[in-house]
């Protein structure tokens, strides 16, 4: 049985930073990209970040381009989210997922078939 759990999230001022995590069990993790969305109040999910099963190539949503990192580390079965430069519209709800190919092709919810239970990210200004 897949699962995935994130934690990490929680409250911070505008300009803060917060490293989510998302640990995966159930399924040989090494060989899935893994990718980090959020959805906001009254908003539609946006794909914020995935990267592909070895770690050695990631995509990112422009919005968070150059404030955010995604990383994973394979031996702990852990998918990680550093988020600099904390903005309040980055507040929302945060869900990692898993793809069922090894490569990421895009950001699109659809292409994800494993989803956390999500961890929420306040931004105050």
């Known amino acids: 049985q897949v699962r995935l759990v994130e934690s990490g999230g929680g409250s911070v001022q505008a300009g803060g930073s917060l490293r989510l995590s998302c640990t995966g069990s159930?399924?040989?993790?090494?060989?899935?990209?893994m990718g980090w969305f959020r959805r906001a109040p009254g908003k539609e999910r946006e794909g914020v970040a995935a990267?592909?099963?070895?770690?050695?190539?990631?995509i990112y949503a422009d919005s968070v381009k150059g404030r955010f990192t995604i990383s994973r580390d394979n031996a702990k079965n852990t998918l990680y989210l550093q988020m600099n430069s904390l903005k309040p519209e980055d507040t929302a709800i945060y869900y990692c997922?898993?793809?069922?190919?090894?490569?990421?092709?895009?950001?699109?919810?659809?292409?994800?078939?494993?989803w956390g239970q999500g961890t929420q990210v306040t931004v105050s200004s």
């Open positions: 990267i592909y099963a070895g770690g050695g190539s990631a």
């Open positions: 997922a898993r793809s069922p190919r090894t490569s990421c092709p895009s950001l699109s919810g659809e292409e994800y078939n494993y």
């Open positions: 159930g399924y040989i993790y090494s060989l899935y990209c």
